[in-house]
């Protein structure tokens, strides 16, 4: 089992950055693909990146690719985000799983969540 906690949500405006941090903790945590997904009020959870166990591997969602940047050092994983919209609006979670995918049920392991708004 890994554990996750979030870090580095907050308010920023359109066109402003945030990196977000995930820490996990767990001894075969190495082993594990991790994703961001995020959830906007009265919409599903939705992906929005993933990366392979040793970071050589990285799929995004459309809307965030040229924006958005996910890599993994050690116990961490970052979500970089640039050129940020209002529609980036979301709680943001980190997720950990055997698989590299896009797909919710892949992960089994989620964090709590950080909110991330991004004012126009």
């Known amino acids: 089992q890994v554990q996750l906690v979030e870090s580095g949500g907050g308010l920023v405006q359109a066109g402003g950055s945030l990196r977000l941090s995930c820490s996990a903790s767990?001894?075969?945590?190495?082993?594990?693909?991790l994703g961001w997904f995020r959830q906007a009020p009265g919409k599903e959870r939705e992906f929005v990146a993933a990366i392979n166990y040793n970071g050589d591997v990285t799929y995004y969602k459309d809307s965030v690719k040229g924006r958005f940047t996910i890599s993994r050092d050690n116990a961490l994983v970052y979500l970089q985000m640039n050129s940020l919209k209002p529609e980036d609006t979301a709680v943001y979670y980190c997720?950990?799983?055997?698989?590299?995918?896009?797909?919710?049920?892949?992960?089994?392991?989620w964090g709590q969540g950080t909110q991330v708004t991004v004012s126009s």
């Open positions: 767990g001894r075969t945590f190495s082993s594990y693909a």
């Open positions: 997720a950990a799983g055997r698989r590299t995918s896009a797909t919710i049920e892949q992960y089994s392991s």
